[in-house]
T-cell receptor
Framework: AQSVTQPDIHITVSEGASLELRCNYS??????LFWYVQSPGQGLQLLLK??????LVQGIKGFEAEFKRSQSSFNLRKPSVHWSDAAEYFC????????????FGGGTRVLVKP | NAGVMQNPRHLVRRRGQEARLRCSPM?????VYWYRQLPEEGLKFMVY????????ESGMPKERFSAEFPKEGPSILRIQQVVRGDSAAYFC??????????????FGPGTRLTVL
């Protein structure tokens, strides 16, 4: 069975500083990887996804993520955070053998200090 | 181009009542998924439906929960005889079927169910 771990429950970062959110997955074959962001009281918005090809993926809002097969990781990064980036971030994995269902990590809540 | 729509956004029920959650997929999408988010947790898959078909219900509780996606109208997640443990946010996602790989799912704003 596939699983996703987001080791950091909370991260506090100063506005303008860089941000990296960790995501580790467990799956035997090539996974399909996603990052979603959830603002308070809102639904999930897709930031980016990795299916194949270039392992560095660009997303919306200045985010990028890098797929590292050897480390089973798909970490999300942003060079300079804005106060509006305060939200909860979820990594998710899917697989063809699992149909279309996604398995989500527990989420990382990001707080941005002025 | 409207996104995934869910209603109601907030629903309060007393124990033993029924809850009906509705989801209208994005235009052109024929696949619907339901996920549940318990407080302070990530989303957990419940069920995957196409029009008039349940494709995967491996995440649905065995009792009291049911889902449908009729030929016409929204998808419905129905919870009978709600209990306090059903209090959660229920998210619907939709996708269009791609020829290979897995689909990208787009999420609605969720329905927050509170059971008193």
């Amino acid at each position: 069975a596939q699983s996703v771990t987001q080791p950091d429950i909370h991260i506090t970062v100063s506005e303008g500083a860089s941000l990296e959110l960790r995501c580790n997955y467990s799956y035997g074959a090539t996974p399909y990887l996603f990052w979603y962001v959830q603002s308070p009281g809102q639904g999930l918005q897709l930031l980016l996804k990795y299916f194949s090809g270039d392992t560095l993926v660009q997303g919306i809002k200045g985010f990028e993520a890098e797929f590292k097969r050897s480390q089973s990781s798909f970490n999300l990064r942003k060079p300079s955070v804005h106060w509006s980036d305060a939200a909860e971030y979820f990594c998710a994995v899917g697989a063809e053998t699992a149909g279309n269902k996604l398995t989500f990590g527990g989420g990382t809540r990001v707080l941005v200090k002025p | 181009n409207a996104g995934v729509m869910q209603n109601p956004r907030h629903l309060v029920r007393r124990r033993g009542q029924e809850a009906r959650l509705r989801c209208s997929p994005m235009k052109g999408h024929s696949h619907v998924y339901w996920y549940r988010q318990l407080p302070e947790e990530g989303l957990k898959f419940m069920v995957y439906l196409q029009k008039e078909n349940i494709i995967d219900e491996s995440g649905m509780p065995k009792e009291r929960f049911s889902a449908e996606f009729p030929k016409e109208g929204p998808s419905i997640l129905r919870i009978q005889q709600v209990v306090r443990g059903d209090s959660a946010a229920y998210f619907c996602a939709s996708s269009s079927r791609t020829s290979g790989g897995i689909d990208t799912q787009y999420f609605g704003p969720g329905t927050r169910l509170t059971v008193l």
